[in-house]
């Protein structure tokens, strides 16, 4: 069974940084794209930002210029950095990657940011 794992989320004050990882449990187990996703109370489950196996990204609008996704193939691990946070960004953060072929989710990570 394929597991990922989230790491890195906590409490933050506004305009400070986190940053989060997302890695296989067993490390066989290659990670290809990676979508990182968020979910906040009482809101949909929403794309922040992705990376293909290749090191290509995307953002969403709202993250922008402030996130940063990358990767370490050697480490099996994807990365979000987290700047200028804001407390709209105040969620619960998943990554989901595919894994030979089929999507896998993680468990998630809490993110709060608040003063």
């Given at each position: 069974?394929?597991?990922?794992?989230?790491?890195?989320?906590?409490?933050?004050?506004?305009?400070?940084?986190?940053?989060?990882?997302?890695?296989?449990?067993?490390?066989?187990?290659?990670?290809?794209?990676?979508?990182?996703?968020?979910?906040?109370?009482?809101?949909?489950?929403?794309?922040?930002?992705?990376?293909?196996?290749?090191?290509?990204?995307?953002?969403?609008?709202?993250?922008?210029?402030?996130?940063?996704?990358?990767?370490?193939?050697?480490?099996?691990?994807?990365?979000?950095?987290?700047?200028?946070?804001?407390?709209?960004?105040?969620?619960?953060?998943?990554?989901?990657g595919i894994?030979?072929?089929?999507?896998?989710?993680?468990?998630?990570?809490?993110?709060?940011?608040?003063?």
């Amino acid at each position: 069974q394929v597991h990922l794992v989230e790491s890195g989320g906590g409490l933050v004050q506004p305009g400070g940084s986190l940053r989060l990882s997302c890695a296989a449990s067993r490390s066989n187990d290659i990670i290809d794209r990676v979508d990182w996703y968020r979910q906040a109370p009482g809101k949909q489950r929403a794309l922040v930002a992705l990376i293909t196996s290749g090191g290509g990204t995307n953002y969403g609008s709202s993250v922008k210029g402030r996130f940063t996704i990358s990767r370490d193939n050697a480490k099996n691990t994807v990365y979000l950095q987290m700047n200028s946070l804001k407390p709209e960004d105040t969620a619960v953060y998943f990554c989901r990657g595919i894994v030979r072929g089929n999507f896998y989710w993680g468990q998630g990570t809490q993110v709060t940011v608040s003063s």
